[in-house]
DNA sequence: ATTTGGAGACTAGTATACAAGCGCTGTCAA
DNA sequence: TTGACAGCGCTTGTATACTAGTCTCCAAAT
């Protein structure tokens, strides 16, 4: 309870670290991985306790996790986690997609060659990890290689858009289990993108693309249909 | 000083509205107007005492306005308003430009029809708007064309993206005065942007696309000489 | 003349107290 | 039995006091 104002001043190596920097972020992580489930109701006042610190830094950290659509905060009432919505979802697979094939479109025309040798060891440690069963290493190894290409089509910034618009999806697919049967298919899909890159030929690429993010589809409605109770 | 607070309690119409909303909706507008310059330093006391109100509904909109990435705000240190970064004025219009493109090929593919008289009525207006010189009108012509162009390809939130990535833009574009000038050639664009959607040439419309938003380009590029000073 | 140290006036972060809205629940009356 | 209404406990919103860093400027020492 009181230890974490420890914490918060010895991890101030580079930045200054705030009670509201370290509350969210342990809130964050909850509500993304679901130990926090949708639609649960959320106090001020009782997380600020179970925390040990006051209402402010709380509130902090409940107005930045709103600003993620993480949560729903109304005045004078409950301010409560958000449910999953099938129309954001689908935004936000929509707005990734639209990213990452302009993303790659600009990795045809110019790409950045010193970041090829990376992208080839980053498909060799995929591959590893696939044989090795690793499957949380390869979820690593996928992130690293879509941010890879960002900086292959000189774009380092998309990714962080890809990002936002990937988390609030890894969020609903922690619900899924059929996650690393597939690992196989997309590393495939993956050689085959930088295959096609390579080649120029750009609506090749964008074909791999289209159907590499189309996959996420049947997982996403899969889970729509067992999970129905965290849809709003 | 203290009428807003009758004004916070009148406007609550639909919503509850409180003094954060106010204090956030006028330092917005003010930035976004450039009314307070990039680099300008903001004080919450101070800002506190001109609205009349105490700090704490300034924290809670200096924090909105942040989490926009107009303000920067670091721990005891004076929160200034964000100086344009040309990075990521390149990168909204990437992600705008990418998100567009996606849904005007949405539009090509399975256009929702009931949406087509609204377009038609729209670019009417715009011819009218561009006689008539009314360059604030044809602004907001421009901004439903592309509202309902989301809405034409069945994707209503992908306006929001777009609007999002349009409005750090919009921030810079306040400085230029040539905006007028080119409202006939971009009215030219949407006509033929819509005429290849109809004619169902997804490579047509694409190319139109493209072009109508690198217009912005030399805009943008233009007050980047010219007003290096807003720059980081 | 340059550097250094410290006072004071800033900054934001936090804690606490109070105000005010919403929703439930229990009671009372029809 | 059922409906309405009052009250209470919950929620968040706001105000204020206090803590603690940061900057600036000026004076004193080198």
Redesign the pocket.
Same mark, same amino acid.
């Given at each position: 309870m009181l230890d974490m104002a420890k914490n $918060?001043e010895i991890a101030d190596g580079i930045e200054?670290r705030?009670?509201?920097d370290f509350v969210f972020e342990r809130l964050h992580e909850d509500i993304v991985s679901l130990k926090i489930l949708p639609g649960s109701k959320?106090?001020?006042?009782?997380v600020a306790r179970r925390f040990g610190? $006051?209402?402010?830094?709380v509130?902090?950290a409940f107005a930045r996790l709103g600003n993620q659509d993480l949560l729903v905060?109304r005045?004078?009432?409950?301010?409560e986690v958000r449910s999953f919505s099938m129309e954001q979802i689908s935004h936000a697979r929509f707005v990734r997609l639209a990213v990452e094939l302009e993303v790659i479109r600009c990795a045809c025309i110019d790409p950045d060659e010193t970041v090829a040798p990376a992208i080839e060891i980053n498909l060799e440690l995929q591959r590893a990890a696939i044989e090795s069963e690793h499957s949380d290493r390869f979820h690593d190894l996928d992130y690293d290689f879509h941010r890879l290409i960002c900086e292959y089509g000189r774009r380092p910034l998309a990714f962080e858009t890809i990002k936002e618009c990937k988390q609030k999806i890894d969020r609903l697919c922690v619900l899924s289990l059929t996650r690393d049967s597939r690992a196989t298919t997309l590393v495939e899909d993956h050689c085959e993108l930088i295959k096609a890159i390579h080649d120029g030929s750009v609506d090749e690429a964008l074909i791999v693309a289209r159907r590499h993010l189309e996959r996420l589809d049947e997982t996403i409605s899969l889970i729509h249909k067992t999970h129905a109770e965290y849809f709003e």
């Open positions: $918060s200054r705030t009670t509201a959320l106090s001020e006042v009782e610190v $006051s209402r402010q830094p509130r902090d905060i005045p004078q009432k409950a301010t």
